[in-house]
C-alpha cells in the first residue's frame, strides 16, 4: 500500500510553518512534504515517485524565486504522475492572466487568497482529498475519519463495495 | 512507520498462506488416509488449499474460488487429466473347488469385492473369505464364471464416479446464482435511482423524535433494506444519514454510540430475512438443492424473519442499556423526493411485483430462481439498467458462492465429508448439543473470516451427516443447515468480522470495545434464540 502525499510549495518559511501547523491534522494518514522553490519540488516530486507513494494534493504559492508557482502546476497537469493530484493555489498575488492560465493549463482546482481562515484551508484540503481518494482510490475506509464522511459512504454506496 | 510494519506483516501473512495451502494440496497425494477414495484424496487437497487461502486471504477470496472450480475440474471432472479416458481395470474370477473363487488380494476391499458393469461403474458385494494367499479364496453366490470383478479395490475410479466438468462450471449460473444476480439487479437499479434512500426518508418519518425511536427506525429500515441489498451498500446509505445526526450531537453523548453501531448490527441481521439477503444463505439454499429440498422464498422469511426481529430488539435494548441517550429529542431532517422519469417509474413496478411473486411463491409455485429473471429481462429492455451498470455489478461475489456451491458438489460425491464427519461418533450427542456445536463453531470461524466462506466449509459437513445417517435420532438437514447459515450472519464481534462493521469502525465515532460488548449479546443469545427456533419453530415451518 503507498502513501499519499501532500506537498507545498511556498518560498516563505514563517508562511510554511503556518500551513503545516493547520494541517497537522491530516498528517495522520497523508504525510505532509515541503518544497521552498519550484526545484525543490521538482525533486520531491521524483522522489516520491522513486519510493512508489502517490500524491494526492499539491498546494503551492505563486510568487517564488525561479519558475513561478503556476508553471509548476501545468507541469504536474502534464506528467500522468502528478495529473490527478489536486492543484491548489496559495497566493495574494496571481493577477488575472495568471490565473486564466492556471484554470485553463493546470486545471487547477481551488484558489485560496492569502492571508487565509485556517478552518477554510482544512476545508477545503478534506474536500480536495476526499475527491482524491474517491477518484483514484479502491479502499477508502482508511480515510472516512479524515475526510469527508458522507461522499465516501456516498461512493461505497455506489460502488456496492468497500 | 506503522504503514511499512502493516505491509511486512501483510507480506509474511501471504507467504505464510501460501506456503501452508500447496503443502495441504499435496499432502493427500503423499499421504493415505484409510477409508477415503483416491478423488476423495484429491477433494481433500482441494478443500485444503481453498480453506487456507481463504483463511489466510492469500488471494482475494472470489479468486481462491475461481482456483477450486479450476482444479475440481482438471482432477475430478470427467474430462479432466485424470478421469479423461480411464476404465476400471478388471480381472475374471477363477473358479477353484467346493464353489470358491479366487480373486486377486488387491481387488478385495474389507469383505468386499466390486462387480464390473461397464468401463466405469461397479457394485459391490460381500463375500465370504475362506483362505488368504497370495489370491484370495472367497465365497460368495453373486459370482459367476463369467463375471468381471475391478482387480485394483484401490483404483481412482473405485469410491467415485466422474462428472461432467460443466457440473462444475455450471454452478456459475446455478439457479441461486440467478436469484442472487435479479437480487444485485434490482439492487443496482435502486442506487442508481435512489429508491433505496427516499424510501429511507419515506419509512424513518414515523419513528418521532426520540433518539432511541430513531435509532429503532434506522434499525428497522436497515434490515429490511439490506435483506434485498447488499449488506455493504446498505450500510454505507444509512451511514449517509446517521453521520449527519452524529455530527450535530454533543461528544460525549452515548447516543452517538448507539447511532452508530446499530446500522451495521441491523444490516448483518438483515441479511438473514431473505434468501438474496447475503451469501452465506445462497450456500445453505444450494447445498439443500442438490439434496432435493427447495425452500420457497416465502418460506425462508418465515423461517428466519423471527430470528432476525428477535436480534434486532435484542441489539436495541443492549444499546439502549449500554448507551442510553442523554439528548432527549433530535429532529430529523427528512426530504424524499422519488422520481418520476418513465425508467424510475418502471423500476418501482418491476421492484413492486418482483417482491410480491417472492413472496408468493407458494401460491402460484413459480421457482423464486425464475421470478428473478423478470427484473433482469425487464430493466435491461427498458434500459433502466445499461451496459455500465451490468459491468458494474458484483460478478465477484457470484463466483466466490459459485467456487463454495462447486466445492460443495465434490465435498459429498468423492465422499471426503462423510469421511471427515464420519471420525467422530455424532450419534452420541443430543441432537440440541449437535446444533449447538456447529453453532458455535460457525459464529467463531465467521467473526474472523468470510461469512460465506465460512458457510461453504461447514455446511457440506451437515448435509453429508444427513445423507450418511450418521448423526443420531431426530436429525434435520433443514435445521442444522440453517443454524449454520444463520450463525455465519450473526458473527459481529469485529471490524473485521463483515464489512458493515469495518464502515461503522472507520468512522470514528465507537471503539472496538463497543463492537465487541454487543457483538458478544447478540453472537450468545443470537445462538440460543436459533436453536429454540430449531426446537419449537422451525420443525412447524418445514412441515
Known amino acids: 500500500m503507498s502513501d499519499i502525499y501532500i506537498i507545498c510549495v511556498e518560498d516563505e518559511p514563517q508562511v510554511l510553518d503556518v500551513i503545516i501547523r493547520d494541517l497537522a491534522v491530516f498528517e495522520e494518514i497523508f504525510p505532509i512534504e515541503l518544497a521552498h522553490s519550484a526545484d525543490e519540488a521538482r525533486e520531491l516530486i521524483k522522489e516520491i515517485k522513486q519510493e512508489g507513494h502517490k500524491i494526492g494534493l499539491a498546494l503551492c504559492d505563486h510568487i517564488m524565486p525561479g519558475d513561478k508557482g503556476i508553471d509548476l502546476m501545468i507541469e504536474m497537469q502534464k506528467d500522468p504522475f502528478t495529473e490527478k493530484t489536486r492543484k491548489v493555489l496559495v497566493t495574494g498575488q496571481a493577477g488575472l492572466e495568471d490565473t486564466i492560465e492556471a484554470v485553463n493549463n493546470a486545471k487547477l482546482n481551488r484558489y485560496i487568497a492569502k492571508p487565509w481562515n485556517p478552518r477554510e484551508l482544512v476545508e477545503v484540503v478534506k474536500e480536495e482529498l476526499t475527491q482524491y481518494v474517491i477518484q483514484e482510490e479502491k479502499e477508502l475506509l482508511r480515510f472516512t475519519s479524515l475526510l469527508d464522511q458522507e461522499k465516501i459512504q456516498e461512493a461505497i454506496r455506489t460502488k456496492g463495495y468497500v | ?543
Request: include cysteine; charge should be neutral.
Open chain 2, 1 to 543: 512507520m506503522p504503514l511499512k510494519k502493516r505491509n511486512h506483516s501483510e507480506r509474511t501473512k501471504k507467504i505464510v498462506g501460501l506456503a501452508l495451502g500447496i503443502t495441504g494440496f499435496l499432502i493427500p497425494w503423499f499421504m493415505n488416509f484409510p477409508g477415503l477414495s483416491f478423488a476423495g484424496h484429491m477433494a481433500l487437497g482441494i478443500f485444503l488449499i481453498a480453506a487456507v487461502f481463504w483463511m489466510f486471504e492469500t488471494l482475494p477470496i472470489y479468486s481462491t474460488s475461481m482456483l477450486v472450480i479450476f482444479l475440481q475440474v482438471a482432477l475430478l471432472s470427467q474430462q479432466g487429466v485424470v478421469y479423461s479416458d480411464t476404465a476400471l481395470p478388471k480381472t475374471p474370477v477363477v473358479s477353484h473347488i467346493d464353489g470358491l473363487w479366487e480373486v486377486p488380494s488387491e481387488a478385495l476391499d474389507g469383505n468386499k469385492v466390486y462387480i464390473v458393469e461397464d468401463s466405469r461403474n461397479y457394485t459391490p458385494i460381500e463375500v465370504h473369505v475362506v483362505e488368504w494367499g497370495e489370491t484370495v479364496k472367497v465365497q460368495s453366490d453373486d459370482l459367476s464364471a463369467d463375471t468381471q470383478i475391478v482387480s485394483d479395490a484401490q483404483h481412482k475410479l473405485v469410491g467415485y464416479t466422474p462428472i461432467s466438468f460443466s457440473n462444475f462450471f455450471g454452478t456459475l449460473a446455478s439457479p441461486i446464482i440467478i436469484l442472487f444476480l435479479g437480487g444485485f439487479i434490482l439492487a443496482s437499479a435502486s442506487v442508481k435511482y435512489n429508491l433505496d434512500k427516499n424510501l429511507t426518508n419515506v419509512l424513518l418519518k414515523p419513528f418521532g423524535e426520540k433518539p432511541v425511536f430513531i435509532v429503532m427506525g434506522l434499525m428497522l429500515v436497515t434490515a429490511t433494506l439490506s435483506a434485498f441489498m447488499s449488506n455493504t451498500a446498505t450500510t454505507a446509505m444509512m451511514m449517509t444519514v446517521a453521520i449527519p445526526i452524529a455530527r450535530q450531537i454533543d461528544m460525549k453523548d452515548k447516543f452517538r454510540i448507539m447511532l452508530t453501531l446499530s446500522i451495521p448490527i441491523a444490516a448483518n441481521i438483515g441479511g438473514m430475512a431473505t434468501p438474496i439477503g447475503t451469501p452465506p444463505n445462497a450456500i445453505v439454499i444450494a447445498n439443500l438443492n442438490q439434496q432435493g429440498i427447495n425452500i420457497a422464498f416465502g418460506s425462508w422469511v418465515a423461517l428466519m424473519l423471527p430470528l432476525a426481529l428477535g436480534l434486532l430488539l435484542l441489539a436495541w435494548v443492549a444499546m439502549r442499556f449500554f448507551y442510553p441517550p442523554t439528548l432527549k429529542r433530535f429532529q430529523l431532517e427528512l426530504q424524499s423526493k422519488f422520481e418520476k422519469s418513465s425508467k424510475a417509474i418502471i423500476l418501482y413496478a418491476v421492484f413492486a411485483i418482483t417482491v410480491l411473486l417472492w413472496f408468493t411463491e407458494a401460491s402460484h409455485g413459480i421457482p423464486s430462481a425464475m421470478i428473478a429473471f423478470i427484473p433482469i429481462v425487464t430493466l435491461t429492455v427498458t434500459s433502466v439498467l445499461g451496459k455500465d451498470d451490468i459491468r458494474a455489478l458484483p460478478w465477484e461475489v457470484l463466483w466466490l458462492v459459485a467456487g463454495g456451491i462447486s466445492l460443495g458438489i465434490s465435498m459429498e460425491n468423492t465422499g471426503l465429508a462423510m469421511w471427515l464427519v464420519s471420525s467422530i461418533s455424532w450419534d452420541m450427542l443430543p441432537q440440541l448439543a449437535l446444533l449447538l456445536v456447529f453453532g458455535l463453531v460457525a459464529l467463531m470461524l465467521s467473526n474472523f473470516l468470510s461469512n460465506t466462506v465460512t458457510a461453504t466449509l461447514l455446511v457440506p459437513l451437515a448435509v453429508s451427516m444427513g445423507t450418511a445417517g450418521i448423526a443420531g435420532e431426530g436429525f434435520s438437514l433443514i435445521i442444522t443447515s440453517l443454524v449454520i447459515g444463520s450463525a455465519c450472519n450473526m458473527a459481529m464481534l469485529l471490524p473485521i468480522s463483515t464489512p458493515p462493521n469495518a464502515i461503522a469502525m472507520s468512522t470514528g465515532y465507537i471503539k472496538t470495545g463497543d463492537m465487541v460488548k454487543i457483538g458478544l449479546v447478540i453472537g450468545l443469545i443470537g445462538i440460543t434464540t436459533a436453536l429454540i427456533l430449531a426446537t419449537f419453530y422451525w420443525p412447524l415451518i418445514i412441515q
